[in-house]
T-cell receptor, first 114, second 112 residues
Framework: KAGVTQTPRYLIKTRGQQVTLSCSPISGHRSVSWYQQTPGQGLQFLFEYFSETQRNKGNFPGRFSGRQFSNSRSEMNVSTLELGDSALYLC?????????????FGPGTRLTVT | TQLLEQSPQFLSIQEGENLTVYCNSSSVFSSLQWYRQEPGEGPVLLVTVVTGGEVKKLKRLTFQFGDARKDSSLHITAAQPGDTGLYLCAAIRSYNTDKLIFGTGTRLQVFP
């Protein structure tokens, strides 16, 4: 069974631009969660989607948004990029909704904002 | 303020040594997980502990959940270079909030 895939793996953007990251979950998994990982703040939860609905959200500004498609693939969008948005963005998929189900992480997208 | 504090932040040891990593909080958690993350990859789940006082063993790794469900420890016996990585604890505060809160991380380097 293929693991979680994320594209692109690396991205360089300029302040003020927007970016869209993509995540393909493990086949059969209906939940996708997104996390931001930085050296200073560690790994922080962004949001979770289950069956195309956002069911949980972390403490991030509205510039961070996401969506999930009927095939469970998910995208995350960050608008008006700031230098502080530079981070590794990880997505994780699981069979059920909520953190009690084992989450399988992808390799991440490394975003650099200049 | 981090909800889950891990110590030590960095650990550099020789192959064959033993080590313990701690994960502490002032909050009570319904369950706690430990992950290992290697460079260029996402975290991989090692174990989930649910019951206060619970001890789980995974080969040379021993995980313990505190009696009050506020802290946890990970002990590695006879560390090997393959144990090198970032160790993260993560907890669920309650099944109502139902999202993972990650610890600050412990970066382990095991030299041959």
């Amino acid at each position: 069974k293929a693991g979680v895939t994320q594209t692109p793996r690396y991205l360089i953007k300029t302040r003020g631009q927007q970016v869209t990251l993509s995540c393909s979950p493990i086949s059969g998994h209906r939940s996708v969660s997104w996390y931001q990982q930085t050296p200073g703040q560690g790994l922080q939860f962004l949001f979770e989607y289950f069956s195309e609905t956002q069911r949980n959200k972390g403490n991030f500004p509205g510039r961070f948004s996401g969506r999930q498609f009927s095939n469970s693939r998910s995208e995350m969008n960050v608008s008006t990029l700031e230098l502080g948005d530079s981070a590794l963005y990880l997505c994780a998929s699981s069979q059920g909704q909520g953190a009690t189900y084992e989450q399988y992480f992808g390799p991440g997208t490394r975003l650099t904002v200049t | 303020t981090q909800l889950l504090e891990q110590s030590p932040q960095f650990l550099s040891i020789q192959e064959g040594e033993n080590l313990t990593v701690y994960c502490n909080s002032s909050s009570v958690f319904s369950s706690l997980q430990w992950y290992r993350q290697e460079p260029g990859e996402g975290p991989v789940l090692l174990v989930t502990v649910v019951t206060g006082g619970e001890v789980k063993k995974l080969k040379r790794l021993t995980f313990q959940f505190g009696d009050a469900r506020k802290d946890s420890s990970l002990h590695i016996t006879a560390a090997q270079p393959g144990d090198t990585g970032l160790y993260l604890c993560a907890a669920i505060r309650s099944y109502n909030t139902d999202k993972l809160i990650f610890g600050t991380g412990t970066r382990l380097q095991v030299f041959p």
